[in-house]
């Protein structure tokens, strides 16, 4: 069983200000360079993997040394615009990655630590109930509503 409270988070008002001041300047920063694709885009579109990134980038050197074989209708210099792109944004995506990936987890954390305490209250407010304790019904009938259909 995880120990009973790992996290204790409380972050200053001031300090929050200013990461939420610094989120929003990220943000204006980034919105001309960035769009946004449906899911079903997102499905559709082929995908450039880890994998991918060498052929890719060996791809746009042949298209370099070796012009005449790229086909008409393919635009070789904005396809390097797209993998310097790519590369650039990584720079940006990856830390920011790792930050959402520490927020969500002390998110869910702090989440599971507060409703493990709920969780232990109503139990006890319930037993309460049970026992005819004075003021302990009302609460346990407020409590019980996150719980439907149960006995």
């Known amino acids: 069983m995880p120990e009973s409270n790992q996290v ?3 972050i200053p ?3 929050l200000q200013e990461i939420q001041t610094a989120v929003t ?3 204006t920063k980034l919105a001309p360079y960035l769009i946004a694709l449906s899911p079903e885009e997102r499905h559709q579109i082929p995908k450039m993997s880890d994998k991918t990134t060498p ?3 060996k791809t746009i050197s042949y298209t ?3 012009p005449q074989f790229a086909p008409p209708y ?3 210099d904005e396809m390097k615009i797209d993998f310097d792109a790519v590369q650039t ?3 940006i995506f990856n830390p920011l990655n790792q930050l959402v990936s520490n927020l969500d987890d002390s998110i869910m954390l702090s989440g599971s630590e507060a409703y493990i305490g709920s969780l232990a209250y109503y139990n006890s407010v319930k037993l309460a109930s049970k026992m005819d304790v004075p003021g302990a019904k009302p609460i346990c009938d407020d409590l019980k509503q996150r719980f439907p259909g149960r006995k």
Request: aromatic fraction near 4%; charge should be negative; charged fraction near 25%.
């Open 8 to 10: 204790s988070i409380q």
């Open 13 to 15: 008002p001031e300090v």
């Open 25 to 27: 300047n990220i943000q």
């Open 55 to 57: 052929f890719v980038e």
């Open 64 to 66: 370099e040394s070796n």
């Open 74 to 76: 393919m635009k070789a």
């Open 89 to 91: 944004l990584k720079t």
